[in-house]
Structure formats: structure tokens, C-alpha cells
């Protein structure tokens, strides 16, 4: 015989599902639970709470359990999710949205790499007006890892360089400009 899980008593906090409608643009109260968002996500297996119900907790206004799951890091952003939503409610700018909450409220995650992967690549994207890999590489690697986990990776990213896989240099972008404008504006 098998004892149903007793859950505790939730009171719905629609003022938190209106904060991230607000800051994400995005009508999350028009998610209906059809779960196509989740069976087409490629990266469920690593979620610890899968896109339907993280949307459920949004609705619900459970914006900091929200904030604390893996899900919003283990997301790949390839907007399968967004395609697959009939209300058009795009489910990947929310979890970036979240991402950026959980951030800049400071929030301490379980996947403590995919944050500061996370800040390297949008910094290299912010200087360069593309990922430059190599950058991305060393930063991410000296703030996760320290002197010691750049010593480990130095000769992958020598033999890369070797092969001609990597460039030191970034390449010249025609839109960096306007790429560098998109993250004034999005600091405003």
C-alpha cells in the first residue's frame, strides 16, 4: 500500500506572476497546462522542474521556488518550447528573464556553474558583439575553477590553437555596434 503524498497549502501570490509578466513581456496567467512545452523540451531529463510546471509556480505567483530550481540554468534556450506553445507565450524569454532575477537578486543556485557561464558568455557577447570562445573559455574557467582549472584546460586550448580551431583575436562583427546598443538598452 502505497501513503499519497500530503502537499502543503499553497496561496496563490498573483502580485509575483504579474512581476515576471511584466519584466518578461510574456502573459503567463494564458498557460493552460497542455504540456507541449515539456514533451518537446530537449533537456527534461536534467530539469528539476520541468517547463509546464515551472510555469504552474509562476501562475502561482511561487516566484522564488521558481527562481532557486536548475530548470531556469539547464535550459538551453532553443525555443523549441516557444514554437510548440499554442497561446504564444515565449516560455524561453521567461526562463532568460528568470535567469537575469536570479542573478541580479543575488539567488545561490545548485548548478553553481551555469551562472558564471552564463555572465562569461553574455560578456564576451557585450565586448565583442559575438561569443568569442577562447575568452569565454579562460574567464569562465579562472572564476569556476581558479589558477588551478586554467592549468587543467591550458593545453586543450593550446592544441586547439594548434589545429586552427581557435583564433586569439576576435573577428571583426558589422553589428557590434548594435549589439553593444542592445545591452545599453536592456541596462536601462
Not at 504564444?88 to 553553481?112: F, N, Y
Request: include cysteine.
Amino acid at each position: 500500500m502505497t501513503v499519497a503524498k500530503i502537499h502543503e497549502k499553497i496561496i496563490p501570490k498573483p502580485s509575483l506572476r504579474k512581476k515576471i509578466e511584466e519584466l518578461s513581456g510574456q502573459k503567463i496567467s494564458a498557460c493552460f497546462q497542455c504540456e507541449k512545452c515539456t514533451n518537446g523540451c530537449p533537456v527534461t531529463f536534467a530539469m528539476d522542474v520541468v517547463p509546464h510546471r515551472l510555469m504552474r509556480m509562476l501562475q502561482l505567483g511561487l516566484l522564488d521556488e521558481a527562481l532557486r530550481s536548475d530548470t531556469i540554468w539547464v535550459c538551453a534556450s532553443c525555443e523549441t518550447c516557444t514554437t510548440r506553445c499554442p497561446n504564444d507565450i515565449d516560455i524561453a524569454h521567461v526562463m532568460d528573464t528568470l535567469r537575469q532575477l536570479s542573478q541580479r537578486e543575488g539567488i545561490k543556485t545548485a548548478q553553481k556553474s551555469a551562472p558564471i557561464f552564463h555572465s562569461a558568455f553574455l560578456s564576451s557577447l557585450r565586448r565583442h558583439g559575438r561569443v568569442h570562445e577562447p575568452e569565454m573559455a579562460v574567464v569562465y574557467t579562472l572564476r569556476s575553477g581558479g589558477l588551478n582549472g586554467l592549468r587543467k584546460q591550458a593545453g586543450t586550448g593550446i592544441a586547439m590553437f594548434r589545429r586552427g580551431k581557435i583564433k586569439l583575436l576576435p573577428p571583426r562583427v558589422s553589428a557590434g555596434r548594435q549589439v553593444k546598443n542592445i545591452f545599453k538598452k536592456v541596462k536601462k
